[in-house]
């Protein structure tokens, strides 16, 4: 495949001068789960990781970024953020909140920085796989960049 253009993610990465790989996938403009954007790109889907976004009770917005074969459990979400309850984010305001459209949501170059957890299954992985920020492109690079780059912290967000 062509070398993908450049996104707001890829943008973002290259100011903080954070390395990364931008991986393109076959794709008809449809938004495809993790699991199966794994199996298109050839990797584990412990290492393809989608980007949540939540609503809290507090009526702001934050990010979640799980394994693609894991379930985000909403109380430990809220814990993290320390609120009371969390909600997931309709997929209409997506884009407005984010300014990315639904699969291809980046935890990176989001139009306003939200705060924002990554799970802490990745600490143990040499690279993650995220959306690059459009449908068709992920951005691999370290699980500490993706700390630095998003604003994150490691958290347990997952169902065991």
Do not use: W
């Not at 449809?30 to 699991?35: E, F, P, Q, R, S």
């Not at 143990?124 to 370290?142: A, P």
């Amino acid at each position: 495949m062509p070398k993908p253009d450049k996104t707001n993610a890829m943008r973002a990465l290259e100011r903080m001068g954070i390395a990364y790989e931008a991986l393109a996938y076959p794709n008809d403009g449809t938004a495809l789960d993790a699991v199966t954007v794994a199996g298109l790109l050839g990797a584990p889907p412990d290492q393809v990781y989608k980007t949540l976004v939540l609503s809290g009770s507090d009526r702001r917005h934050y990010v979640c970024v799980v394994p693609g074969d894991g379930e985000l459990d909403l109380k430990l979400a809220a814990a993290h953020f320390s609120l009371k309850s969390m909600a997931m984010l309709p997929p209409v305001q997506l884009k407005d909140v984010t300014g990315y459209e639904r699969g291809g949501c980046s935890p990176v170059g989001m139009k306003k920085a939200l705060a924002c957890a990554v799970d802490a299954r990745a600490q143990g992985l040499s690279h993650v796989i995220v959306s690059g920020g459009r449908i068709g492109i992920q951005i691999k690079l370290s699980p500490d960049d993706l700390l630095r780059a998003a604003g994150a912290a490691y958290a347990p967000l997952c169902r065991p």
